[in-house]
């Protein structure tokens, strides 16, 4: 989404209205030569995210589950190449872990080539259980996009030195004297982004899977702290 010049700017430059907060958060070190030893970094953020397409050829187009405004939790992190398929599989966990809190039923997809973003190099899909629908949802997306997005934004990191090249470099040279340590080059960083979760589809999620056949829903135990100790959500008296 643009926001015209009619409508809003920010600090008089054009303003968007960001698609999900990976946007700014993959940004927020943009430019920068970071040390390997500070790595990774873990964000989270929730954020509205707006969305041009409402439905695929008269498909969702009502409902919760494709709008064009909802929130949504999204979490990045920035790391090195070794360990970014480590941290990937690390942030789909997290996702997985608050699916299995509210304990609804999902599964974990591993998408072919095809079906992977432009950006990702590697993605899962969580899908969670519909009744309504009969069928698995998507609800959140992980991706590990390699150094695609670093690339773009010349996020760098420099390399920790090794103890084999601080000893070849500490080694005396011809004529006694010492070499100079030299600095590793700055290489590339790794991104990854997931969904922490989309919580309209969370909500529908749980409106479905507890809802019991007088029309009243048991409030997951874990959201019970967050709702003054309410356990049954009663549907209102006609």
Not at 47 to 54: K, L, S
Not at 182 to 196: A, D, E, F, Y
Not at 200 to 207: E, H, I, Q, S
Request: proline share 6%; with cysteine.
């Amino acid at each position: 989404f643009r926001i015209t010049q009619e409508s809003h700017t920010c600090n008089g430059e054009d303003a968007f209205l960001i698609p999900t907060a990976e946007v700014p958060l993959t940004n927020l070190y943009a430019g920068q030569i970071l040390d390997e030893a500070d790595l990774p970094l873990s964000f989270v953020a929730l954020t509205p995210c707006f969305r041009a397409e409402a439905g695929s050829y008269g498909r969702d187009t009502r409902g919760l589950i494709r709008t064009h405004q909802f929130a949504k939790v999204e979490m990045v992190k920035i790391t090195s190449a070794e360990t970014s398929d480590d941290e990937h599989e690390k942030l789909t966990r997290h996702a997985e872990q608050c699916l299995e809190a509210l304990k609804l039923p999902y599964r974990k997809v591993r998408l072919c080539s095809g079906d992977v973003g432009f950006s990702a190099r590697h993605c899962y899909d969580l899908e969670v259980w519909l009744p309504s629908t009969g069928e698995f949802r998507e609800i959140s997306s992980c991706s590990n996009t390699g150094d695609f997005q670093a690339r773009r934004m010349a996020l760098r990191y420099r390399p920790t030195e090794k103890a084999a090249a601080d000893k070849d470099a500490a080694a005396p040279a011809k004529g006694g004297k010492k070499k100079k340590a030299k600095k590793p080059k700055p290489v590339l960083c790794h991104t990854i982004n997931g969904s922490g979760l989309a919580v309209g589809r969370t909500l529908l999620a749980v409106l479905e899977n507890y809802q019991k056949p007088d029309g009243s829903v048991v409030v997951p135990e874990v959201l019970r702290p967050y709702m003054g100790g309410v356990e049954v959500l009663e549907p209102q008296a006609k």
